[in-house]
């Protein structure tokens, strides 16, 4: 009786294997190509197909080694959430001197869905960190109705508010950030994360964002600051918290 106990518990915990490949996208959107990790289940897909969630990196993460993708955030912790073993997940590497661009991410996912026929168009998500978190706003205020929801971790919306990414000072750094476009994002289910003791991206530059929209009439957005957390805490706090999870793929 005991073994029989312990097989099944086993059972009941076990998750499925995810299988991973690395993989380029086909074209050039203007000087970008981007090379990306595709993680997916190893099983069935559902009836609708797979969830799709991009996973943008932070500054740190840019270059040409794949696998530094693989640091923080989904691609790190995808066996750890019941949530993401049950989705595909694609984390692009943003070239050295360079910027997450809105066109390139787009195109990027356009074409991943266009291949494939299992991924469930209604159910796309984001979520990134630092630099990945201003290419998520930049990216929903150029086209808030392109994902079901989103999560983006202490970014913000101008980059060049920050003076070490003021012009001179950093290579390859640009602002799509639209703040009349992030206005119409108010059906758009969000929820933000900062540390209050950032000094990387100060909390204030997704307060101004938080308020943008709350003034816009928004009541899709959530925003959860940290007590004396700095800039990594903010996306290991978030990410380690499965309730982040369970909020995300319930949109």
């Known amino acids: 009786m005991f073994a029989f106990i312990v097989s099944v518990n ?26 990306y990790l595709l993680q997916e289940p190893s099983t069935t897909p559902p009836e609708n197909g797979w969830p799709l969630l991009l996973f943008l990196h932070g500054y740190g993460e840019c270059g040409d080694e794949l696998p530094k993708v693989k640091k923080h955030g989904p691609p790190k912790l ?34 991943v869905i266009q291949k ?9 998500y984001v979520t990134g960190l630092s630099m990945g978190g201003y ?15 989103a999560i983006p971790i202490c970014g913000g919306g101008n980059p060049f508010n920050l003076p070490a990414n ?8 640009t602002n799509e950030f639209s703040p009349a476009g992030l206005r119409k994002a108010t059906s758009l289910p ?20 938080v308020k943008s929209l709350l003034d816009a009439g928004s009541q899709n957005c959530k925003f959860t600051i940290y007590p004396n957390a700095g800039h990594v805490a903010a996306w290991e706090k978030a990410y ?12």
Request: proline content about 6%.
């Open 135 to 149: 290419g998520i706003w930049s990216f929903i205020s150029n086209y808030p109705d392109y994902f079901a929801a």
């Open 10 to 35: 086993a059972q009941e915990n076990a998750r499925p294997t995810t299988a991973e490949v690395s993989k380029r996208m086909s074209k050039r959107v203007g000087d970008q190509q981007l090379d």
């Open 240 to 251: 380690s918290d499965p309730d982040t999870w369970e909020w995300l793929f319930a949109q």
């Open 190 to 209: 969000i929820w933000t994360f900062h540390g209050s003791h950032d000094n990387s991206v100060p909390v204030v530059e997704t307060e101004m964002l």
């Open 116 to 124: 494939r026929k299992d991924i469930d168009k209604d159910r796309l």
């Open 78 to 111: 995808i066996q750890q959430f019941d949530e993401l073993n049950r989705c595909i997940v694609i984390s692009p590497q943003c070239p050295r001197d360079s910027w997450w661009r809105t066109e390139t991410l787009k195109a990027l996912v356009d074409e």
């Open 166 to 173: 003021r012009p001179g000072r950093k290579r390859g750094i």
